[in-house]
């Protein structure tokens, strides 16, 4: 399937955005931040994403600022997207979380797996989970 226009949103609708992506691949991630949230993401440039919503519904986190931001809806708090720039996911990315498609099921896509949690970003995402030790 070939890449196409989504809608997306918070819990509370405060935040709307639409993404061209392909839902029949997504990406989990080890991190201490993804394994928390719980994320099922997809990495796209950031020409593909469109935030239709002001930037005051937003409230931003990051332990990495070096590589990018959270971001999260300033008033039901739902985690919808991350902004960053990594050399190894090829410069600007934005990270959507496919939990805020709207009706989409995220049992649906077919997973692969990055190794966040050890900077591993070399090795690209493969289909079998990293470990979250070291
Ligand atoms: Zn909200």
Redesign the pocket.
Known sequence: MSDTRHHG???????ELEVELDLTKGSRCNCTVCTKLGVTGSIVKPAAFTLLSPES?LSSHTRTPEIGHRYF??????FCFSKGRLAELGGDFVSVNLNCIDGFDVTRTELSFWDGRHDNWNAGPRPTPWPIAS
């Open positions: 949103s918070c819990l509370c609708g405060d935040v519904t809806c300033a008033r039901c708090h739902v």
